[in-house]
Nanobody, 115 residues
C-alpha cells in the first residue's frame, strides 16, 4: 500500500501562486509515475500533470506554462507549483501514484482562486 498526503492548498487571488506538496509513504519502492489531478465542483476528476522517476513530465493543455510538477525521489515528495492562477483552477487537487500497475490517491487539498 502507498499512502499519499497532500498539503499546500488554500485561498488565493487570481494571478497568484500556490505550491502543493504530496508526501508518499508505505510501499514506495517501485513507484514509477506520480502526478496531480483535480476535481472542480460538479465536474469529473481531470488530469493535471505527471512525472516519472526519471523526471519526464506531461501536462494538461489547460495548465501548460503555468504549472510545474517536480519530484524529490530521496524525500518521496512530489510538488506542483501553480502560477498565474485563474478562478477556473478552483478545485480539490489530488496526488496520484502509480506502482506496479496500481494507482493510489491522496484525500486531496482544496485550492480556491478568487476573482
Amino acid at each position: 500500500q502507498v499512502q499519499l498526503v497532500e498539503s499546500g492548498g488554500g485561498l488565493v487571488q487570481a494571478g497568484g501562486s500556490l505550491r502543493l506538496s504530496c508526501a508518499a509513504s508505505g510501499s514506495i519502492s517501485r513507484i514509477n509515475a506520480m502526478g496531480w489531478y483535480r476535481q472542480a465542483p460538479g465536474k469529473q476528476r481531470e488530469f493535471i500533470a505527471t512525472i516519472t522517476t526519471g523526471g519526464s513530465t506531461n501536462y494538461a493543455d489547460s495548465v501548460k506554462g503555468r504549472f510545474t510538477i517536480s519530484r524529490d525521489n530521496a524525500e518521496n515528495m512530489v510538488y506542483l507549483q501553480m502560477n498565474s492562477l485563474k478562478p477556473e483552477d478552483t478545485a480539490v487537487y489530488y496526488c496520484n501514484a502509480k506502482r506496479v500497475g496500481l494507482y493510489y490517491w491522496g484525500k486531496g487539498t482544496l485550492v480556491t482562486v478568487s476573482s
